[in-house]
């Protein structure tokens, strides 16, 4: 059963462009959501949270959008820079369990 | 360099056989977990401990267990091991429990079970 679904496995964007990268999840008790980027033979780094109090969030080139009725999360990068190539997960947390679950991620090619 | 530090990078055995991997979290941090990332899926959460102490548990099989020492650091034991445990395994630190804190991942272990 997955809670938290990134459908898309991979997303080509040109570089200067904006890149949309999507998140649905199912439980409704999760009450946090963070993007975590990584590299190649790399952990996955911090990248932006968001509460569900809250629905945008924006830190320098990168906002995520919460839209709790739709149960989906969204993180726009503009502009995309070929740094950004690398795989994005979307997690979602439910703090009462203290758990966090993560998409299957998406791979962000950045093209110049 | 997140700060957390994971050994060995790599690592081959046989099935059957029983590994250890190792994590040290980041100066300060008292929490860590466990994740699994098996090929082309996401990462899966396995356990979590907070200062000594099991907080959370996700799915982690039986034949898996964890542990973190007085001085912080964390093991995961895999025994039995099958060829699907083949996978990276990442540990990362946060400074207390919520998971709404930052973790912080370490580079992780790869485990190949041939």
């Known amino acids: 059963d997955q809670q938290v679904k990134q459908n898309s496995p991979s997303l080509s964007v040109q570089e200067g462009r904006i890149s949309i990268l999507n998140c649905d999840y199912t439980?409704?008790?999760?009450?946090?959501f963070l993007w975590y980027k990584k590299y190649p033979a790399e952990g996955p780094t911090f990248l932006i949270s968001i509460s569900s109090i809250k629905d945008k969030n924006e830190d320098g080139r990168f906002t995520v959008f919460l839209n709790k009725s739709a149960k989906h999360l969204s993180l726009h990068i503009v502009p995309s820079q070929p740094g950004d190539s690398a795989v994005y997960f979307c997690?979602?947390?439910?703090?009462?369990?203290?758990?966090?679950?993560f998409g299957s991620g998406t791979r962000l090619s950045i093209r110049p | 360099d997140s700060g957390v530090t994971q050994t060995p990078k790599h690592l081959i055995t046989a099935t059957g056989q029983r590994v250890t991997l190792r994590c040290s979290p980041r100066s300060g941090d008292l929490s860590v977990y466990w994740y699994q990332q098996s090929l082309d899926q996401g990462l899966q959460f396995l356990i979590q401990?907070?200062?000594?102490?099991?907080?959370a548990k996700g799915n982690i099989l039986e034949r898996f267990s964890a542990q973190q020492f007085p001085d912080l650091h964390s093991e995961l034991n895999l025994s039995s091991l099958e060829l699907g445990d083949s996978a990276l395994y990442f540990c990362?630190?946060?400074?207390?429990?919520?998971?709404?804190?930052?973790?912080?991942f370490g580079p992780g272990t790869r485990l190949t079970v041939l």
């Open positions: 997690a979602a947390s439910d703090s009462s369990a203290s758990k966090i679950i």
């Open positions: 401990y907070y200062n000594g102490e099991e907080r």
């Open positions: 439980n409704s008790m999760f009450d946090y």
């Open positions: 990362a630190s946060s400074v207390a429990g919520p998971p709404t804190d930052t973790q912080y």
